[in-house]
């Protein structure tokens, strides 16, 4: 088999390259490991910036956003009780963040590729890219017992921390960055209207809450928890006390409760891989860096790295200039690495550190610094508006001449 593109994995962002480029007139098959039933249980983000938005506008798959989507023009934090207005909108200059799940996106992306006839083999095994330095790559793979080579010019790793794209790259060629959190986030879904129309983080003594949702229906929340807590440890009457002892207490009183539809304990991770390119293979998303869910922008930095790739292989194709995909990896790590420091202050400021020590300072020193830069922040309109255009994204970069 031939292709232009080879994209490993059918996440939202494999399938927001494929469509993308599909658009463009570039051909591309997806490999996915997993079923996309799998794909789609994933329970994940839900708050996309007003790029990732018009991303998914220019590959034409926003009709069900734009209808069913929430547009937040703000948020909230909760400082111990406090509650602290962050106006996107009017700290922006006018922009503001979509709250649609990532299932739906992901959604919507797989119909309209099946829609068009595009390629995707699910249940693809020991996939494995080869020759990725020289001017001939390919992947080869195992589909229903048959052995596979696909032949491209271009191979996209969208597969994700564990995937194979990222493996792939020699251990000396590649250099990681990592800060593991001492905590995790216990996430519950339920089909409950949420208490609040926009998000509320919270900052408490007990640890960290955010009241999220999905749609005026259905409602994420989390919890900070220890890293040894465990899923069973917690029911759902455990959890909706917790939260209401955490959240606001006028928020608390109108809390709608009801049974889980999900719940999980994610572990908090910053995650950077430098390059995020090697000869012809490029790494999207989750294969090349991860946020702690903090800031939101953990599916917000893979559309960029999208929004970048795309770009790049439409110039080598429309304006036959190969030579411009030296510059993916630089552009995409300046956006992951300010992503992950947003993230990385958010969860600093936010998070119940406990008597755990962190940096080169006692727990006690860091806890009254975060309280110090938090109250800085958040009475000041100057600090509210740094908050409010990192939350909402920066632009997308545009490739040099």
């Known amino acids: ?107 919507d992306l797989m119909d309209a590729r099946e829609a068009v006839g595009l390629t995707t083999y699910y249940e693809a095994a020991d996939v494995q890219p080869l020759n990725v330095k020289s001017d001939s790559p390919s992947v080869t793979f195992t589909h229903a017992g048959e052995q596979y080579e696909l032949e491209c010019d271009y191979i996209a790793g969208c597969d994700g921390f564990h995937g194979v794209s990222r493996q792939t790259i020699p251990a000396d060629k590649r250099t990681e960055f990592e800060r593991v959190y001492p905590f995790g986030w216990l996430g519950l879904l339920s089909d409950t209207p949420p208490c609040n129309s926009e998000l509320i983080y919270c900052k408490h003594e007990r640890g960290f809450a955010l009241a999220s949702m999905r749609s005026e229906t259905r409602s994420r929340y989390y919890l900070q928890v220890p890293l ?91 304006d ?21 420091r947003f993230s990385w202050w958010m969860s600093n400021m936010l998070h119940n550190f406990g008597q755990m020590e962190t940096g080169d300072m006692d727990a006690a020193t860091f806890k009254r610094f975060m309280e110090s830069e938090l109250d800085y922040y958040l009475n000041s309109e100057n600090g509210r508006r740094v908050i409010a255009e990192q939350y909402v994204g920066l632009p997308y970069e545009e490739l040099a001449p």
């Open 1 to 107: 088999m031939k292709t232009q593109v080879a994209i490993i994995g059918a996440g939202p962002s494999g399938l927001l390259l494929g469509q993308l480029l599909a658009k463009q007139g570039i051909s591309n098959i997806i490999l996915e490991r997993v079923t996309g039933d799998y794909v789609l249980g994933r329970i994940r983000a839900g708050i996309l910036e007003q790029g990732f938005a018009d991303l998914v506008r220019e590959a034409g798959v926003a009709e069900r956003m734009d209808a069913d989507g929430d547009v937040h023009d703000g948020f909230e934090i909760s400082a111990n009780g406090e509650r602290y207005h962050i106006d996107l909108k009017g700290l922006t200059g006018g922009k503001t963040v979509v709250c649609y799940g990532q299932v739906e996106i992901t959604q």
């Open 320 to 340: 036959n200039d190969p030579e411009c995909i030296t510059q993916y990896s630089d552009i995409a790590l300046r956006r992951v690495w300010n992503g992950e």
């Open 228 to 318: 040894t807590d465990k899923v069973e440890d917690w029911s759902d009457e455990a959890f909706w006390d917790e939260l209401k002892k955490r959240l606001p207490e006028d928020v608390a009183a109108g809390l709608v409760t009801g049974p889980s539809i999900e719940k999980s304990i994610a572990p908090l991770r910053s995650f950077v891989c430098e390059p995020m390119q090697y000869g012809r293979l490029f790494l999207v998303g989750d294969a090349a860096h991860i946020v702690p869910p903090t800031g939101a922008k953990g599916l917000n930095l893979a559309a960029s790295d999208v929004a970048t790739l795309y770009k790049i292989m439409t110039r080598v194709y429309k």
